[in-house]
């Protein structure tokens, strides 16, 4: 190939050899895979199920519990009581491993679609739905459950999630019997094309901070397809900021657990930063403001319906015996139970109280921050 090249103000010609000037075709590496399509087993060489069978139960109903919590929310916002809903079906798997990963200390920065996440933290639903109402402002204590704030912004969160494990990291250098809590940050696939995500990762691999990417990559930002936003997998993109990535089905309980705890240790041990990209579909819309039979296949939403995390891992259950046709009428009574609570929750949702805003600038509210809240209530109370 001969190519013009202008060096210094002189052009002339250049022969490039082969891959030099041209990027080699990016390395597959297999995705990690440890419970098929099909409910049975798969051998990883790098991963195992950390899990036994019968503690996966348990994630088996914490999965079913989300769905249940998705469908009454979809629904409450058809209703009319609910401005708008994020629908997470068919990830529900990602949320419910990275949940059994995760520490004490750890802290989760979400994007907008972790409902389920931030429900198995002890985040009071009502909540979770005050934000689809316009009620809630989302400043939760998040020191006490961990789970900071949905981010409607996107990507914006990224930097707010590295900047903490930096203060982490800083806190265990200051203090070797403090915490070991580690950041995981979740972002979706449209958010890697984020300016902000991109400085995230820069910060968090020349820090070497105690940070966990998650990348859902549900394959469709709104309408945008993920192959028109990266030509190479979304996990090779962390690659080229010195950041270890993998890329796990994340229709998988099993392998999304075992890579996040890989991830954790990781951060824990002092070892910087890692990404992993969840590989899954996004079942239903984006938002119940969105019709994605607009611009996507009926035919690849089908085939998706068959890689159900949920079906998925009961199949595996019921194979190993601890799962029957008994436990899932019990859980069944349950989710119809938890259903009703979903219901009721959302007339638990309150305006804010004006003076609220202020609750949570600074730990410790300064003079100035007292006085202009003592003024704003009393001029509201005036009119």
């Known amino acids: 190939m001969n190519a013009a090249m202008s060096v210094g103000g002189l052009t002339g010609q250049l022969t490039a050899t082969p891959g030099r000037f041209q990027p080699a075709q990016p390395v597959e590496v297999p995705t990690v895979q440890l419970l098929g399509e099909d409910g049975t ?3 990883d060489p790098d991963f195992a199920p950390a899990l036994t069978a019968a503690q996966a139960a348990r994630m088996l109903r914490d999965m079913v519990l989300i769905r249940r919590f998705d469908t009454e929310s979809t629904a409450l916002q058809r209703k009319g009581q609910l401005s708008l809903w994020a629908p997470l079906l068919g990830q529900e798997a990602i949320q419910v491993g990275v949940h059994a990963a995760l520490g004490r200390f750890d ?13 198995l933290m002890g985040l009071p639903i009502e909540r979770l739905l005050g934000i689809f109402t316009g009620q ?4 939760w204590d998040a020191e006490q459950v961990r789970f900071h704030h949905l981010n409607m912004v996107i990507g914006g969160h990224t930097l707010h999630g590295v900047g903490y494990a930096m203060g982490q990291a800083r806190d265990r250098q200051a203090d070797p019997q403090a915490d070991d809590g580690v ?30 990417f998650l990348c859902v990559n549900n394959q469709w930002a709104i309408s945008e397809p993920v192959e028109r936003q990266s030509p190479v997998p979304l996990y090779q993109r962390a690659w080229g900021f010195g950041i270890p990535s993998v890329r796990v089905d994340g229709n998988d309980v099993l392998a999304v657990h075992a890579a996040t705890t890989w991830a954790l240790e990781r951060a824990r041990a002092g070892q910087g930063p890692s990404f992993i990209e969840a590989y899954t579909y996004r079942m239903g819309a ?15 939403t089908i085939q998706w319906q068959s890689r159900d995390p949920l079906t998925r891992a009961e199949t595996w259950l019921r194979a190993e015996g601890v799962w029957d046709d008994g436990r899932q009428a019990r859980l069944d009574q349950e989710a119809e139970a938890f259903g009703e609570q979903v219901r009721e929750a959302v007339h638990k949702v309150h305006d804010p109280k004006l003076e609220d805003i202020f609750d949570r600038v600074y730990a410790r509210p300064t003079a100035d921050l007292v006085a202009q809240r003592a003024q704003i209530v009393s001029e509201a109370a005036a009119r």
């Open 107 to 119: 802290h989760v920065f979400p994007s907008h679609r972790e409902h389920g996440l931030a429900m």
């Open 41 to 43: 087993l798969v051998q």
């Open 183 to 212: 950041s995981l940050i979740i972002h979706g696939d449209g958010a890697i094309s984020e300016g902000d995500v991109n400085e995230a990762y820069i910060f968090a691999a020349a820090y070497q901070a105690p940070a966990v």
């Open 136 to 139: 809630e402002s989302g400043d």
């Open 286 to 300: 984006h938002t119940t403001s969105d019709d994605p039979t607009k611009y996507r296949d009926k035919d690849e």
